[in-house]
């Protein structure tokens, strides 16, 4: 199966229109700023750091420190299916961290699919509690989550990925 990249290539210009459409409707929106960056890029890559810190009259440290503290904001480009397993109290309560090294495993086993996945960004609390081990599937909410579950999300997402790019 192939799953190629739903994200446009890093583009400052594209990057410079998109803050300063932000920053003239918002004070001090240097989250905003990158929150749309990655959300059309995929990611925050570096050389978006010196636009924002521009257009929002910030320095670069300012904005470093808004992209470090985020967790959320990435500075790498995301997998094909990212997937995000909840590591926080309630969903370790009902075996959040035996289907971590469950899944881990899985991915060893299939390359594919860890191609796929890439390594999982543990995510604290999805509000999904009661229908835990919770996740997510390329933004999608997921409960109950088994590995079997959970790879059939990813290999349904990347089938639709695929056929969308045809
Ligand atoms: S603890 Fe996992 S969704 Fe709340």
């Not at 397993?85 to 299939?110: I, M, N, S, Y």
Request: glycine content about 8%; some cysteine; hydrophobic content about 45%.
């Amino acid at each position: 199966m192939t799953c190629t990249s739903r994200w446009p290539v890093w583009d400052s210009v594209v990057a410079r229109q998109l803050v300063t459409a932000i920053a003239e409707r918002h004070a001090g929106p240097v989250l905003m700023c990158l929150q749309a960056i990655q959300g059309h890029f995929g990611y925050v890559p570096e050389g978006a750091t010196p636009i924002v810190a521009d257009v929002c009259n910030v320095s670069r440290a300012d904005v470093h420190g808004v992209l470090t503290f985020y967790a959320d904001l990435r500075t790498s480009p995301p997998p094909p299916v990212p997937v995000r397993l909840c590591a926080a109290e309630a969903c370790q309560a009902v075996g959040a961290r035996a289907l971590k090294g469950q899944w881990q495993a899985t991915c060893e086993l299939d390359a594919e699919l860890a191609a796929l996945t890439g390594v999982d960004e543990p995510i604290f609390c999805l509000g999904n509690c009661a229908l835990g081990p919770a996740a997510v599937v390329d933004g999608e909410l997921m409960g109950r989550v088994t590995v079997e579950r959970l790879r059939a999300a990813v290999l349904a997402r990347a089938e639709q990925d695929s056929e969308q790019s045809v």
